[in-house]
Nanobody
Framework: QVQLVEFGGGLVQAGGSLRLSCAAS????????MGWFRQAPGKEREFVAA????????YYADSMKGRFTISRDNAKNTVYLQMNSLKPEDTAVYYC?????????????????WGQGTQVTISS
């Protein structure tokens, strides 16, 4: 497993942008597909985006396409989530996750390691 730590959450006005970072420990970071999930109060954790180990393939939840961009820098053991045109309904705790063998990138149970989460709050 890898250890994951998220950075970059905060309070932003609607229409604004944030970039989340997730730093991973270990020397096998490029072996892991990485995902971002979010969880709002009273709701289940939902898939946001995922990226393959090489970075060559990316996947997005339909509601995030065109607004969010996932990327990774394997030399820095870091995955990013650029979020633009933010809406109040994007308010949630955002988690990054790592998985070695993902059959379904949008499924929580497919991932082996999770960060502690970072709060993102969008004001209207």
């Amino acid at each position: 497993q890898v250890q994951l730590v998220e950075f970059g959450g905060g309070l932003v006005q609607a229409g604004g942008s944030l970039r989340l970072s997730c730093a991973a420990s270990g020397r096998t970071f490029s072996s892991y597909a990485m995902g971002w999930f979010r969880q709002a109060p009273g709701k289940e954790r939902e898939f946001v985006a995922a990226i393959s180990g090489s970075g060559g393939n990316t996947y997005y939840a339909d509601s995030m396409k065109g607004r969010f961009t996932i990327s990774r820098d394997n030399a820095k053991n870091t995955v990013y989530l650029q979020m633009n045109s933010l809406k109040p309904e994007d308010t949630a705790v955002y988690y990054c996750a790592a998985g070695l063998f993902l059959a379904r990138v949008g499924i929580v149970e497919e991932y082996d390691s999770w960060g502690q989460g970072t709060q993102v709050t969008i004001s209207s």
